[in-house]
């Protein structure tokens, strides 16, 4: 997507230095456009333990990454790596010392069991590492990393498009049926390009139909404790000159009584098998809304934010962040000393309340057979 004159990806590899990974730091925006430069695993760790990077397929395509650069740290990119039953033969074609793909192999495998517990709810985490890992068992190369990582990210950019393809008839219709007139969308938390690796989930519907002249309107939900919908979603509309309205959280319900929501859009951190939503706190209560006031609820997803391995939403952990995040705001303090803080950082939204999932092979019921069909 473009920020004024310039096209960007969320994340991109420096290509004068295979040894380092550029992203867009979100926790400084909207106040300032920062690159952060990430060179080593425990990098890629803290920036997405820090939120620096966030959005399931963001903190996919980023660990991904994370799995190329530990590859390189522990020496799996010396041409004289040793190969042993991990991929047969032998190759020891300079004088530096060798280093056995077998030791690089064990190393790599710890980083990524590390990565996978920096953001234990997004599957999109576990999906990428374990893909990363698969590549290197059979081609420990730096070329053939390199290239996983590269083409993982450019199937995510590929997938958020066809999320936007496969939606945006969901708003030409609603256009249609008010005669042209703007058609309001409220979302919740960021499941734009900035989530995402470009596109995004929940707005590339959005963004495809503003591009081709639909009239659209978004709520943004601020979206606290982070304000991921005030900081970024606002931000990221406004540049691509999208009207949008930001809103309190809690002003959503108000808004679909007046009639003044058409649709909602959300994204989607992990999804059951049975369809049920995992995402950032508050789309439950969205959902009971729209449900309540019989506005359509899509959470929009790639395939691979599906968990198949988990029917019941109970069997997901969700994750409980810093207190700190909701005692205070940028380091200032607007809660008493000593109260006690929860700070979940996700919820669920069950599938009876879902009219749709609109994913990147088409639109499905918010059922099991549905969900199985798609996947498969």
Same mark, same amino acid.
């Given at each position: 997507?473009?920020?004024?004159?310039?096209?960007?990806?969320?994340?991109?590899?420096?290509?004068?230095?295979?040894?380092?990974?550029?992203?867009?730091?979100?926790?400084?925006?909207?106040?300032?456009?920062?690159?952060?430069?990430?060179?080593?695993? *425990?990098?890629?760790? #803290?920036?997405? /333990?820090?939120?620096? =990077?966030? &959005?399931? %397929? !963001? +903190?996919?395509?980023?660990?991904?990454?994370?799995?190329?650069?530990?590859?390189?740290?522990?020496?799996?990119?010396?041409?004289?790596?040793?190969?042993?039953?991990?991929?047969?033969?032998?190759?020891?074609?300079?004088?530096?010392?060798?280093?056995?793909?077998?030791?690089?192999?064990?190393?790599?495998?710890?980083?990524?069991?590390?990565?996978?517990?920096?953001?234990?709810?997004?599957?999109?985490?576990?999906?990428?590492?374990?893909?990363?890992?698969?590549?290197?068992?059979?081609?420990?190369?730096?070329?053939?990393?390199?290239?996983?990582?590269?083409?993982?990210? *450019?199937?995510?950019? #590929?997938?958020? /498009?066809?999320?936007? =393809?496969? &939606?945006? %008839? !969901? +708003?030409?219709?609603?256009?249609?049926?008010?005669?042209?007139?703007?058609?309001?969308?409220?979302?919740?938390?960021?499941?734009?390009?900035?989530?995402?690796?470009?596109?995004?989930?929940?707005?590339?519907?959005?963004?495809?139909?503003?591009?081709?002249?639909?009239?659209?309107?978004?709520?943004?939900?601020?979206?606290?404790?982070?304000?991921?919908?005030?900081?970024?979603?606002?931000?990221?509309?406004?540049?691509?000159?999208?009207?949008?309205?930001?809103?309190?959280?809690?002003?959503?319900?108000?808004?679909?009584?007046?009639?003044?929501?058409?649709?909602?859009?959300?994204?989607?951190?992990?999804?059951?098998?049975?369809?049920? =939503?995992?995402?950032?706190?508050?789309?439950?209560?969205?959902?009971?809304?729209?449900?309540?006031?019989?506005?359509?609820?899509?959470?929009?997803?790639?395939?691979?934010?599906?968990?198949?391995?988990?029917?019941?939403?109970?069997?997901?952990?969700?994750?409980?962040?810093?207190?700190?995040?909701?005692?205070?705001?940028?380091?200032?303090?607007?809660?008493?000393?000593?109260?006690?803080?929860?700070?979940?950082?996700?919820?669920?939204?069950?599938?009876?309340?879902?009219?749709?999932?609109?994913?990147?092979?088409?639109?499905?019921?918010?059922?099991?057979?549905?969900?199985?069909?798609?996947?498969?």
């Amino acid at each position: 997507m473009k920020v004024g004159e310039r096209y960007y990806r969320s994340i991109w590899q420096n290509e004068s230095d295979r040894g380092s990974v550029h992203v867009i730091d979100q926790r400084r925006l909207p106040f300032a456009l920062e690159v952060m430069t990430l060179t080593s695993v *425990d990098d890629v760790y #803290e920036a997405i /333990r820090g939120m620096a =990077v966030r &959005g399931a %397929p !963001l +903190i996919g395509a980023t660990a991904a990454w994370g799995v190329y650069l530990s590859f390189m740290e522990h020496g799996g990119g010396k041409k004289n790596l040793r190969r042993n039953e991990l991929s047969g033969g032998d190759k020891k074609d300079d004088n530096s010392e060798p280093v056995s793909a077998e030791d690089v192999y064990k190393a790599v495998i710890s980083d990524a069991h590390r990565l996978r517990s920096a953001r234990p709810t997004a599957v999109n985490l576990a999906w990428a590492v374990d893909y990363m890992t698969g590549v290197m068992k059979f081609f420990p190369e730096e070329g053939a990393m390199r290239r996983a990582a590269e083409g993982l990210c *450019d199937e995510e950019a #590929e997938r958020s /498009r066809l999320i936007g =393809v496969y &939606g945006l %008839p !969901l +708003i030409e219709g609603l256009s249609t049926r008010k005669g042209g007139e703007t058609v309001n969308i409220l979302t919740h938390c960021n499941a734009g390009w900035l989530a995402c690796v470009d596109y995004g989930t929940a707005l590339a519907p959005v963004y495809l139909a503003h591009d081709k002249g639909i009239k659209v309107h978004v709520w943004v939900d601020e979206t606290r404790p982070r304000n991921q919908g005030s900081r970024l979603t606002a931000w990221e509309l406004l540049n691509h000159g999208v009207p949008c309205t930001l809103i309190t959280d809690n002003a959503g319900g108000l808004l679909m009584q007046k009639g003044m929501v058409d649709l909602v859009l959300v994204g989607c951190d992990r999804a059951t098998a049975s369809g049920d =939503v995992i995402n950032k706190t508050g789309t439950y209560l969205k959902a009971l809304a729209a449900f309540d006031n019989g506005v359509p609820f899509y959470a929009a997803l790639p395939v691979s934010t599906f968990d198949l391995s988990v029917d019941r939403p109970e069997q997901v952990e969700i994750e409980e962040r810093d207190a700190g995040e909701v005692s205070a705001i940028d380091g200032i303090r607007i809660a008493p000393e000593g109260v006690h803080v929860s700070n979940y950082g996700f919820d669920v939204t069950p599938a009876r309340l879902i009219t749709g999932l609109i994913t990147d092979r088409g639109i499905c019921r918010a059922d099991k057979v549905s969900v199985l069909k798609t996947v498969s």
